[in-house]
Structure formats: structure tokens, C-alpha cells
């Protein structure tokens, strides 16, 4: 892995696992002043749809671990499954580097979203606003078309 790439997928993987272990800890602060019944879950207005036992602010947390430990099981097949293009080493290098970073940064919004905002809204028991959610997801998509713009280019290069 190219030392930049490396560099940012280490901070980048930090700053997801910054971003969940400050909410936990939030969480736990405040877990005594919770009331016992709270809205959980968000319907597509943002407002609550689910109210529960406060046990259930758990689920964002556990999306957002899977999260963090999906983006390093595909960090790891990534170096090791070669991509079966008849391509350069270099050329290979680069299209694992920039679906390295396309994880990376996928990871870290959905760690933003469910440990950040999804876990802040239930704690306040404030609405969502649905323009965060989509506009993370254009964010992840846009990452999408970019990165396959770039497989293609490489692609038509090499003729």
C-alpha cells in the first residue's frame, strides 16, 4: 500500500474510532438522566417512529462497529486478491488505492451518521434532520462514481 493512501487510511480509521468512542462516552455520561422509554428509531420525516427501552440507542453503535471492522476486513482482501485485470502492477496499485480510499471515506460516514448524528438526535430526543442522511449518501455515491470513472479511464488508457 502506498505510504499516502496508508497514512490516510490510518486517520481516517482513528477518526471513525474518535468519532464512536466520544459518543459512547456521551452516552454513558448521560445514560442516568435518560428516561427509560425514549424514541429509537426515526421515520422518513425524521421524526420518531419507535419508542423503547433506552437499551435500544445500542443499535447506531453497533452499526457503526460493523462499520469499522467491515472497512478493515475489505482493507484486507483489497492487498491480497489480485483484481484480475491485465493491468500493470502500478496500474493495479492505483485502482486498489482509490477503493481503499472509497471504503475509507464510506466507513467514516456511516460511523458519522449512526454514532454522531443518529445517537445525538436519540440522546436530545431532537428529530432528525433527513437532509444529513442523504446527503451522506450522495457523498458515498459521488465517492462510487468517481472511483469507477477512475477504473475506466485506466481502462481505455491501456487501449
Given at each position: 500500500m502506498n505510504k499516502i493512501i496508508k497514512m490516510i487510511h490510518v486517520?481516517?480509521?482513528?477518526?471513525?474510532?474518535?468519532?464512536?468512542?466520544?459518543?459512547?462516552?456521551?452516552?454513558?455520561?448521560?445514560?442516568?438522566?435518560l428516561p427509560d422509554r425514549i424514541g429509537v428509531h426515526f421515520s422518513s420525516t425524521g421524526e420518531f417512529d419507535v419508542f423503547d427501552s433506552k437499551r435500544y440507542i445500542a443499535y447506531p453503535y453497533l452499526i457503526a462497529l460493523f462499520?469499522?471492522?467491515?472497512?478493515?476486513?475489505?482493507t484486507y482482501f483489497i492487498w491480497k486478491i489480485p483484481t484480475g485485470m491485465k493491468i500493470s502492477e502500478a496500474k493495479e496499485a492505483k485502482i486498489k488505492s482509490a477503493f481503499q480510499l472509497l471504503i475509507d471515506f464510506s466507513g467514516?460516514?456511516?460511523?458519522?451518521?449512526?454514532?454522531?448524528?443518529?445517537?445525538?438526535?436519540?440522546?436530545?430526543?431532537?428529530?432528525?434532520?433527513?437532509h444529513i442522511p442523504q446527503?451522506?449518501?450522495?457523498?458515498?455515491?459521488?465517492?462510487?462514481?468517481?472511483?469507477?470513472?477512475?477504473?475506466?479511464?485506466?481502462?481505455?488508457?491501456?487501449?
Amino acid at each position: 500500500m502506498n505510504k499516502i493512501i496508508k497514512m490516510i487510511h490510518v486517520m481516517l480509521i482513528t477518526l471513525s474510532l474518535g468519532i464512536f468512542l466520544l459518543s459512547l462516552l456521551r452516552l454513558i455520561i448521560v445514560w442516568n438522566t435518560l428516561p427509560d422509554r425514549i424514541g429509537v428509531h426515526f421515520s422518513s420525516t425524521g421524526e420518531f417512529d419507535v419508542f423503547d427501552s433506552k437499551r435500544y440507542i445500542a443499535y447506531p453503535y453497533l452499526i457503526a462497529l460493523f462499520a469499522i471492522i467491515l472497512v478493515q476486513v475489505i482493507t484486507y482482501f483489497i492487498w491480497k486478491i489480485p483484481t484480475g485485470m491485465k493491468i500493470s502492477e502500478a496500474k493495479e496499485a492505483k485502482i486498489k488505492s482509490a477503493f481503499q480510499l472509497l471504503i475509507d471515506f464510506s466507513g467514516i460516514g456511516y460511523v458519522f451518521f449512526y454514532a454522531g448524528v443518529w445517537t445525538d438526535c436519540v440522546i436530545r430526543q431532537n428529530p432528525l434532520d433527513t437532509h444529513i442522511p442523504q446527503i451522506i449518501l450522495l457523498f458515498i455515491f459521488l465517492m462510487n462514481i468517481l472511483f469507477f470513472i477512475y477504473i475506466i479511464v485506466i481502462r481505455i488508457r491501456k487501449g
